[in-house]
């Protein structure tokens, strides 16, 4: 493991020790997503390799989360949002460690940098596989409008930024475009009969981030490195349904990092080798 992964997993489980805090004094649910839930069953902490950290929320905690974080945050912490960052193109927040900073590989953009975990709200999805699609085309479609329209790019030019400071119509169409992608998003959380929710801001494929109300709300208390965390009891259909034999570790060649090109934090440059 890289001296970058290490700091990196020490600045996040800081971070999501901080997040845990403010969620148990306020009764919010949450649970580890992804890699960190496979992190928590299969490592009892971090994959060793990965630079992320990921946790999702019923949208209505998500939402208390948001509002609890104004005056009860850290002030170590930036708490990204699409209204906190008007440079932030993504459907989820994250939380920012504020003492580092970051180069993310093959993502260049305007919006803040710094060490952080991804927060991922859960909203109800139809029954209906015609009005699953509609929705998660016009989440998906938004998104990428949004990451064009607010720079974001694989590769840093001289013109991006020329473009950025001349464009002042950039904002305006950015608020329709999160308008819109939030209302599709949030269309049917109050309907109380349907069963199933789903991160729609998920990378996986549709049907691998596909929940239950029941897996969301019954929640087991696991070790992850130095904290007790929260994850669905029912980890092990989730986790078969996200990577099969989820207890197989990948081939050697492919326990690398995906995100991280560069960590800058206690006066010091960490390079990810």
Not at 1 to 9: A, K, N, Q
């Amino acid at each position: 493991m890289s001296e970058l992964i290490d700091r990196v997993h020490q600045v996040e489980l800081k971070s999501l020790a901080t997040f845990i805090e403010l969620c148990e004094a306020h009764q919010l649910t949450y649970t580890l997503l992804g890699g960190s839930l496979l992190g928590a069953i299969r490592h009892k902490g971090f994959i060793p390799w990965d630079d992320d950290l990921d946790v999702g929320m019923p949208r209505e905690s998500y939402n208390q989360f948001i509002e609890l974080a104004k005056t009860e945050l850290p002030a170590d912490y930036f708490l990204q949002t699409e209204t906190s960052d008007q440079n932030y193109a993504w459907g989820y927040m994250k939380l920012l460690d504020r003492k580092t900073y970051i180069v993310e590989r093959n993502n260049v953009n305007n919006a803040r940098k710094g060490v952080f975990i991804d927060i991922f709200p859960l909203d109800r999805i139809p029954n209906d596989q015609g009005a699953r699609d509609v929705q998660i085309q016009t989440v998906r479609e938004t998104t990428i409008r949004l990451l064009i329209r607010l720079g974001y790019r694989y590769f840093d030019t001289p013109f991006r930024t020329f473009f950025d400071k001349h464009d002042h119509t950039k904002q305006e169409d950015a608020q329709q475009l999160r308008t819109r992608r939030l209302t599709a998003m949030t269309q049917y959380n109050q309907d109380n009969q349907l069963t199933h929710v789903k991160n729609l801001s998920s990378q996986y494929d549709y049907d691998q981030e596909v929940f239950t109300i029941d897996q969301i709300h019954h929640l087991i208390t696991v070790p992850f490195e130095t904290l007790q965390v929260k994850v669905p009891a029912d980890y092990d259909t989730i986790l078969t349904q996200m990577y099969h034999d989820y207890q197989q570790w990948p081939d050697e060649a492919d326990r690398v990092s995906k995100h991280l090109n560069q960590l800058i934090m206690d006066n010091q440059v960490f390079y990810n080798r």
